[in-house]
Structures are given as C-alpha cells and as structure tokens.
C-alpha cells in the first residue's frame, strides 16, 4: 500500500508542475492556467454585457418554470437540474477550500474567490447555453449533452468535424478520471475521524470509504432520473443544514463579525508582501474558487443539458444563479466564520480549521460539521457519478457495457481518498480541474456568436408571448 500510495504521489508532483507553470508578470510568479480561466470569465461579463447582472431577476423566474413548456424536449425540471449540479459544486470546496485558501494566502485570498465568483457567473451562463443548443437524444431516449457534445457538434457546423470529435474525446478523458470525487472521501473521513478520535485508523478509513462508495452506487443504478429524485431534495437540505450551524456559531462570535469581514476585504489589498503578496492571494483564491464553483470545467453543463426547455439562453439564466448560491452564499458563509472565530491563525489546514472553528460553540458542535460535510460528501459524488455516466456514454458511442464498467470503477476508487494524503489528492484533482478547461474554453471562445444568437432567439420568444406569462419589458 506505501509504494502504491508513495507512486501516486510521483504521477501528482509530475502533474501539478506541468499544469502549474508559472510566468512572471511585474515580477511575480503566476499560473498561466490561472490567468487562463480568469479571462474566460471576464471575456463573457464583458461580451455579453454583464449578463450575469442584469439576467439574474430572469434566471430565478426560469428556475420557477416560467420559460419551460409542458412539451419541451428535456429529463429534468429547472429546479432538478441546478439541484444536481448545485449537489456537484456545492462541496468539500466550500468548505475545506476556503479554508485552504485562508491557510495558505490569508483571509484577502476568501476575497478574491468571492470577486471571481462574481464573474464565473457569466461563464457558467455560456458553457450551459451551449451544452442544451447542442446536446443529442441518445438510443435510449435520454437527454445526453456538455461540453464533450458541444466542441464535437460546434466544430463540425464549421466545418472541422474531426477537430470537433478529437476535443470532444480529450475533454472527457480527462474528466473521466477528475470526478472521481475521492477527494470527498478524504475530507468527510478527516472530520469523522476527528469527531469520533480514531486517530487516522486505516481499517476505519477503508469500512467508510467502502461504505459510502456501495451508498453511491446503489443512487447510480437509478441514472439521471435517480439522481434528480435524490440531489433535488438533498441540495436544500444539506445548504439549509450548513449554513444554520454557521449561523449558530457566528451567533456565538457577533461581536466579531464586523471586523472579520474589514480583515477579509483589506487583506486583499493591503497584503504585508506588497504586490506580490496581494496576487499570490489571487491566484490561491482563484485556485479555490475554480474547485468550488467549477466555472470553465464546464462539468455542470451535464446536468443542465438534460433540462426541460426548447431556448437554450433560458436554462443558461438558471445557471448564472449557481455560482451565486455556491460563492456569494456557502463560500462567503465559511469564510466569515474562520476569520471571525480566529481559528486561522492557530495553523490549522483543509477542515481541520473549520472544525475548530465549529468548536468555538461546544466540544461536541464538530459533529454537525462531520454531518454536513458527510452530506455535502455524498450529494457531489453521486452528481459526479451521473456526469461521469455521460462521458463514459459518449466516449464509448453509448455502449452500455462500457457505462457500467466506469461506474463500478467510480465506486471501488472512492475508497482510497480514505488513505491517500490530502496534499496528493489536491495536486491531482487541481491538475486535472485547470485541463479540462483547455479545450473547454477554446470552444466557448469560438462559439460566442452562437451564445448571442440563441439570447436574440430567448428574448423574442419573450417579446412575442411564447411562454406563460409574457413579457413586454425585459429584463436581460
């Protein structure tokens, strides 16, 4: 088990120091991957106008069902597909990924994964837009789309189909390995293994990770339909249940919440290395904030293809919604609460130090963070598994027999993230993450003409009285 673990350890060095390259700009080392993502989202906030702004208001009304017609073409209800991805992002990265990031950049690093979540918000509304104009009806009568359908469809409609085929297969390649969520093993087992004083015991570690990965896939088994009935009904639940107990412990430390929210916001600027400490917070923040809200990697665009509606631009609206709840809400939440507790200071890492934050309250309130987080845990596995189910779809041309082998391997590597270092696991999910978002971005990039179109196309349906309650002044 030690040499396998000390090999995974080699392949994530080699991984992260390919992807992580840095350049100098004003003297300071920056990912390149880095500077890569965030002009995605500022690219898209800029060219569509500030969409993610001013389609908010459209967004909640779509979510609600008021642009979805009775027989449009799709699996899931608005409401089921942002569930499902929301159960996705709206993880382990929200809260030992804030915490990581305060550990290594300081509080100014929370700020800069909340600034660009704000603009991740427009991405997200392009990579969905895109997923349902070009998602397919597989044999088996389901919806099957993301950013593996839309780079092959979109490069063959300009004429370079096998370009199209050949990202296509790259990006799912790559994905097929990134979402197995061993990660979520890792941290859900940390805080357990916190809570009920084990002292890191292997044979524990193996009984729980052998024990979620068998609850994973007997939701799996239930496909896309399974899946919905479950995150739909689990994402309220377990944001509701998360948040309540960050408020009881921000209710304990009021006094504190003022200044930790100064500390948070100066910190960001008025960093003690100068200009070079005020980037490294960025970048570690953007690092973070791409895990979280997973904007560019475009592994929520799975889920919202399968959506019911025939305008494209309307479940793109829904999306912009995400990252909102995922950044503005659960992130900035955990975020307030480590700086106001003032357990980062204490040197604690990953959710080591929002457990001790949790701590504040009572010895024992750690154990309705092992709760969330065993939740949490469990809601982004299963949608990690429904995407995967799709990539393994489309890799293999629908070949059942190939879907079912990637899911029993989904489930039995789920297992190692009990035993596997955290520092390993962080440099492989991170590599992983940033390349998807090569061949992810190249097609948004070339596909932006057809975003605007299928936004004309919305509106006019709007103006023109296609939905149920029309509308005669919009606003998008």
Known sequence: MDTFIGNIDTLATILSGFVFTTISILGVEVNWIVL?????????????????????????????????????????????????????????????????????????AAFWMIFIGFFAMSLKFAEVTLAVRYREIGTDGLIKGGPMYYLERGFAEKGWPRFGRLMGILYAAFALI????????????????????????????????????????????????????????????????????????????YDKIGPAIFTIVTS????????????????????????????????????????????????GFVAVLEPFVDTFIVCAATAILIVSTGVWKNGYSDIAMTSAAFATVSSWFPIMLAVCVSIFAFSTMIAAGFYGRQLASYISNGREWFVNLYLVLFCALLPL????????????????????????????????????????????????????????????
Not at 290 to 303: F, H, L
């Open 36 to 108: 890569w993502l965030f002009s995605g989202m500022v690219f898209f906030t800029l060219r569509l106008g500030f969409i993610n702004v001013r389609g908010f208001n459209t967004g909640l009304r779509a979510l609600r069902g008021d642009f979805s017609g009775t027989d449009a073409q799709g699996d899931l209800s608005p409401f089921e597909a942002l569930s499902t991805a929301l159960s996705a992002t709206v993880g382990l990265g929200n809260i030992a990924g804030v915490a990581i990031a305060i550990g290594i950049g300081g509080p100014g």
């Open 178 to 253: 990134a979402f197995i969520q061993v990660i979520q093993v890792n941290q859900s087992w940390s805080q357990i293994n916190v809570v009920l004083g084990l002292e890191n015991d292997r044979t524990f570690a193996l009984i729980y990770g052998l024990g979620i990965a068998a609850l994973v896939g007997v939701v799996l088994i239930g496909g896309v339909k399974g899946v919905a009935l479950v995150t739909s009904r689990l994402t309220p639940f377990m944001c509701a249940l998360y948040l309540t107990s960050v408020a009881i412990v921000l209710a304990v430390n």
């Open 268 to 315: 960001a600027f008025t960093s003690e290395a100068g200009l070079g400490g005020v980037i490294g917070a960025f970048v570690i923040g953007m690092r973070r904030a791409v895990y979280s809200n997973e904007a560019g990697i475009g592994s929520a665009a799975i889920a919202h293809a399968t959506v019911k509606t025939d305008y494209p631009a309307s479940e």
């Open 417 to 476: 993230g009990a035993v596997v270092d955290f520092s390993t696991l962080i440099k492989i999910i991170d590599s992983l993450f940033f390349l998807l978002s090569l061949p992810n971005l190249i097609g948004l990039f070339l596909f932006t003409s057809v975003i605007t179109v299928e936004i004309q196309r919305f509106k006019q349906a709007r103006l023109h009285g296609e939905f149920s309650r029309p509308s005669t002044r919009l606003d998008l």
